[in-house]
């Protein structure tokens, strides 16, 4: 038996159950964490990880099992009973107020008092946020707004406001989804140093690397049960991922490449815009990949934003299927443009709105050219961009932020599907969605540039640059650093055009 389990669990529950309209998100599940260990939990999008968390800090009421802290049994009836046992959750989407500060984060809520009735002791906040900030190793000053902050600073705010009220269970979910490798190295020191503190943290995770790196246990979710538990020296990537999805993954994502290309489908020719981008230069034809790499901040999205109208351009043209791009995001759809913005749910779903809407969304104009909607037709369009894409959803009438973020991505792709988009530019497709769902997304980039689309492929992960394009341009500050073909592509190539001047 591992030695980490002879001792009692700091917080455990046992068959735990919840269901939702038309889905069972949790059955049976059990799960413990110890004292100063990094937890592992695994499981594709929808496997039951999220929901899990939010039971274990009382967002959620289970419908069935018992919670023990400590080895007694305790209710769990909301977020004020955990937080009293020490449980702080950080999700993707961060619960900060922009334009307070830093210290103010940290005490929202829960200030402390000053010498008269209604007043906050300012003073005693600051210096209190700084010693929290100095455990993390963070050096910036506690009157510094949130919204100046970058995302792995705000990251590291959201974690002193967890410590801030003692917390000893920290969840962390997909905490370097948007992370430089500079940034994340740094977390992962923060998170050696809270774990020989004795804090216990809870870590989900679709990267191998970090559940190797970092895990001293694993837990595995399918389909809302636990379908397995290990330590990380007792099993390989490929099984973990065999067990995560219940089949085998190839997860090098190789692909053969197209040798008979087509027509110019995009074209951009000294491009720059007050986003920072300037004298862009680039190609994508039909029937190719090609990617765009450079490192976090390097302008990959501005570029992305500005061909596709969103940020208006200073100098240069774009030209998509040879006609002259002017205008906005409404002019490059009708040049058959489409855009899969990074931030999926800001920018591209209507999350109160259902599946089908939102499926049809881009493609209106396209599918009723009469401008009369017809039920029957939006219904018939719907199923088969469900069916096409494998979309888990009890039906077309769910609303789109009940789906997990690989099932949103793929609506987001699908509504552009819909309107016979011809031109894809896809910004960090596979962030934070698991590997099985990345493996499907792949396959369809493979399948659209196969029917003739032109794609450009924004990727963090230079795994999936090199192994998915045929060829790749790096961007640095802003500008176009180098091209790198297909056959030169390597992760040194790459990060010394990203980095340095070649």
Not at 318 to 338: D, H, N
Request: hydrophobic share 45%; proline share 4%.
């Amino acid at each position: 038996m591992n030695a980490i389990t002879e001792v009692t669990p700091l917080f455990e529950m046992r068959g735990i159950c919840k269901g939702f309209p038309g889905v069972k998100a949790l059955d049976d599940v059990s799960f413990a964490i110890y004292p100063g260990e990094v937890h592992m939990l695994l499981g594709e999008n929808g496997a039951g990880k999220s929901s899990l968390m939010k039971v274990l800090c009382g967002v959620y009421v289970a419908d069935a099992g018992e919670f023990y802290h400590e080895g007694q049994v305790v209710k769990v009836s909301g977020p004020a009973d955990t937080m009293r046992m020490g449980i702080a959750v950080i999700f993707q989407e961060f619960s900060l107020v922009p334009y307070l500060d830093i210290a103010q984060n940290i005490f929202l809520g829960r200030e402390p008092r000053g010498r008269f009735p209604g007043t906050v002791d300012r003073a005693k906040m600051h210096a209190e946020a700084r010693r929290i900030l100095d455990i993390l190793g963070m050096d910036i000053g506690t009157h510094t707004p949130v919204h100046k902050l970058g995302v792995a600073q705000q990251q590291m705010v959201e974690i002193a406001k967890a410590l801030s009220q003692n917390a000893r269970i920290l969840v962390l979910d997909e905490p370097t989804a948007a992370l430089s490798d500079r940034e994340t190295e740094k977390l992962f020191a923060v998170i050696a140093r809270l774990k020989a503190d004795g804090v216990s943290m809870i870590y989900i995770s679709h990267r191998m690397a970090e559940v190797f790196a970092l895990g001293d246990r694993i837990t595995i979710l399918r389909d809302g049960r636990k379908v397995g538990a290990c330590l990380p020296g007792d099993a390989t990537p490929d099984e973990l991922v065999a067990r995560m999805v219940g089949r085998k993954v190839d997860m090098s994502y190789s692909r053969e490449r197209n040798v008979r290309l087509g027509e110019l489908a995009l074209e951009v020719r000294g491009v720059s815009a007050a986003t920072g981008i300037a004298d862009i230069d680039l190609q994508v034809r039909a029937g190719e990949i090609v990617g765009l790499a450079g490192l976090v901040g390097s302008g990959r999205s501005e570029v992305a934003r500005a061909v596709f109208g969103a940020d208006p351009i200073t100098r240069g043209e774009v030209r998509i299927f040879g006609q002259r791009m002017s205008g906005g995001p409404e002019r490059a759809r009708a040049l058959g443009a489409a855009l899969i913005p990074e931030s999926r749910k800001a920018e591209g779903l209507a999350l109160i709105r259902t599946v089908r809407d939102n499926l049809l969304l881009a493609g209106l104009q396209r599918a009723f050219p009469s401008r009369w909607y017809r039920g029957e037709r939006a219904r018939e369009i719907a199923a088969r961009e469900i069916a096409r894409l494998r979309i888990a959803t009890p039906s077309g009438d769910q609303l789109a932020q009940f789906l997990s973020g690989g099932n949103q991505q793929k609506i987001v792709i699908g509504k552009w599907l819909a309107a016979e988009a011809r031109l894809f530019i896809f910004d960090e497709p596979t962030r934070g969605i698991d590997v099985g769902a990345k493996a499907e997304i792949f396959a369809l980039i493979d399948s659209l540039v196969r029917q003739g689309a032109g794609v450009l492929l924004i990727s963090s992960e230079l795994p999936e640059i090199i192994n998915v394009c045929d060829r790749a341009y790096v961007m640095r500050g802003g500008r176009i650093a180098g091209e790198v073909a297909h056959g030169e592509m390597t992760e040194e190539r790459i990060l010394q055009l990203g980095m340095n001047d070649a």
